[in-house]
């Protein structure tokens, strides 16, 4: 994509970012469900499920732009990066500890994903796309959900039992 001129060139290359930062985190959240304990497998499953969705989400508000393409998101790279690196090729023997890590880490992809959705809204909002910011409003309130979801089970189980494998 060339420079941006306008707020709507800001507005569709945030969305083409965002197609691009959910691929990647939907990919690796898959791979960490698989190093997970059954209980977070299962939410990391449905979590990628959803990402799943986000993404054709975004690909119908590029349509609806005149855009089609994603265009590759750097920030996600290097939190799939870390992600990887910390929750999948480490040597964690204990699983209620590897859970600790795959939980922080995709906490803070969710993270990067509520400020970059967050953003687009405060961009449609401004464009007066009311039908663009109800669905990436829609979506924000998923991944803030996702975020509680997992902080709640992290604090109310992984890592206490964590905590004891010390």
Not at 34 to 62: P, S
Not at 89 to 96: L, S
Request: aromatic letters at 4%.
């Amino acid at each position: 994509m060339s420079a941006p001129e306008n707020l709507e060139d800001v507005y569709t290359e945030e969305l083409a970012d965002l197609w691009s930062a959910n691929d990647q985190m939907e990919k690796v959240v898959r791979e960490m469900a698989e190093a997970a304990g059954d209980t977070l497998k299962k939410r990391l499953e449905k979590q990628a499920d959803g990402i799943a969705k986000h993404t054709e989400t975004v690909k119908q508000l590029l349509k609806d732009m005149g855009e089609d393409s994603k265009d590759h998101c750097k920030g996600m790279e290097g939190l799939v990066k870390e992600a990887k690196k910390h929750a999948i090729d480490e040597k964690i023997e204990d699983q209620d500890v590897r859970d600790v890590v795959i939980i922080s880490q995709f906490q803070r992809m969710s993270h990067y994903g509520i400020c970059g959705f967050g953003t687009c809204k405060a961009f449609a909002e401004a464009l007066e796309k009311s039908d663009h910011v109800k669905q990436l409003d829609e979506i924000t309130a998923d991944i803030y959900g996702a975020d509680e979801n997992m902080t709640d089970l992290a604090e109310r189980s992984v890592n206490l039992k964590a905590k004891k494998a010390a």
